[in-house]
């Protein structure tokens, strides 16, 4: 793996970018790691709910070549922002919300390229779990052409949670599923609205799919059964733009 200029490495570095209120996406540890700053910097990581992976030395070493100390992390290129301050933010701005839960997605160019179609269809936020899911990268900038810096984005400890809280603010949770009859063309987007899309080899969770309050599938035609995430999306997103549009 080669080294990303959005790495810290070494216990002070990562200390020092922890009370300088850095974001960091992820934190590798390596396992059995002791002594006096280890133990200064774990409430550090605490208190910043940064998700940590412990791992072998063999990991570190592949992430950095450089005297890691034991520790390895990645700097988000933006700030996340807090996912109830935004969901109480839109709903009293007077726009008509429209949310985009990722459900563990994995693959940094999906996300780029879902962010970038985001921005242009005028999507309120996006919300992502904290474990289990692709992070910024350098890789989601580039792809997002900058449309990373231009759409808020959230990370929450458990999507039903988020599902239930968005439902209580009166934002109808739609799931983008082939498990259902339902075409997304019978969706009315003009409600305040949440679209969920799955991870790229399983879709969304049945967790999730338990508490949403609709089921949507694209129509499919050839004998591929499915779309890349990020165009699946794509298709969603302007079908919602499409519905406003008609409905202001």
Same mark, same amino acid.
């Given at each position: 793996?080669?080294?990303?200029?959005?790495?810290?490495?070494?216990? /002070?570095?990562?200390?020092?970018?922890?009370?300088?209120?850095?974001?960091?996406?992820?934190?590798?540890?390596?396992?059995? +790691?002791?002594?006096?700053?280890?133990?200064? +910097?774990?409430?550090?990581?605490?208190?910043?709910?940064?998700?940590?992976?412990?791992?072998?030395?063999?990991?570190?070493?592949?992430?950095?070549?450089?005297?890691?100390?034991?520790?390895?992390?990645?700097?988000?290129?933006? @700030?996340?922002?807090?996912?109830?301050?935004?969901?109480?933010?839109?709903?009293?701005?007077?726009? /008509?919300?429209?949310? *985009?839960?990722?459900?563990?997605?994995?693959?940094?160019?999906?996300?780029?390229?879902?962010?970038?179609?985001?921005?242009?269809?005028?999507?309120?936020?996006?919300?992502?779990?904290?474990?289990?899911?692709?992070?910024?990268?350098? @890789?989601?900038?580039?792809?997002?052409?900058?449309?990373?810096?231009?759409?808020?984005?959230?990370?929450?400890?458990? *999507?039903?949670?988020?599902?239930?809280? *968005?439902?209580?603010?009166?934002? /109808?949770?739609?799931?983008?599923?082939?498990?259902?009859?339902? *075409?997304?063309?019978?969706?009315?987007?003009?409600?305040?609205?949440?679209?969920?899309?799955?991870?790229? @080899?399983?879709?969304? %969770?049945?967790?999730?799919?338990?508490?949403?309050?609709?089921?949507?599938?694209?129509?499919?035609?050839?004998?591929? %059964? %499915?779309?890349?995430? %990020?165009?699946?999306?794509?298709?969603?997103?302007?079908?919602? +733009?499409?519905?406003? +549009?008609?409905?202001?």
């Amino acid at each position: 793996m080669q080294e990303q200029e959005n790495q810290i490495y070494g216990l /002070r570095a990562l200390m020092e970018a922890l009370n300088a209120g850095k974001t960091i996406d992820k934190v590798f540890l390596q396992k059995g +790691l002791r002594g006096d700053l280890f133990k200064e +910097l774990l409430p550090l990581l605490q208190k910043a709910e940064v998700p940590i992976s412990y791992v072998p030395v063999e990991k570190l070493n592949r992430l950095t070549k450089k005297n890691h100390q034991g520790v390895v992390a990645n700097l988000s290129p933006v @700030d996340y922002y807090n996912f109830e301050d935004l969901v109480i933010s839109v709903t009293e701005s007077g726009q /008509r919300p429209l949310f *985009l839960i990722l459900d563990h997605l994995s693959d940094v160019r999906n996300f780029g390229a879902i962010i970038r179609t985001a921005e242009c269809t005028g999507v309120s936020g996006i919300i992502i779990p904290k474990r289990g899911s692709v992070s910024i990268t350098a @890789d989601t900038v580039k792809t997002s052409a900058g449309a990373v810096f231009r759409v808020p984005i959230c990370k929450v400890d458990n *999507l039903v949670d988020a599902v239930y809280y *968005l439902q209580g603010s009166g934002i /109808r949770v739609v799931a983008a599923t082939e498990k259902t009859n339902q *075409l997304l063309y019978d969706e009315d987007f003009t409600l305040p609205t949440a679209i969920v899309m799955g991870a790229e @080899d399983v879709g969304v %969770s049945a967790a999730v799919l338990k508490v949403v309050d609709g089921k949507a599938k694209l129509p499919m035609v050839g004998e591929i %059964s %499915s779309l890349n995430v %990020s165009v699946a999306c794509g298709v969603f997103l302007y079908e919602v +733009l499409h519905q406003r +549009l008609a409905r202001p």
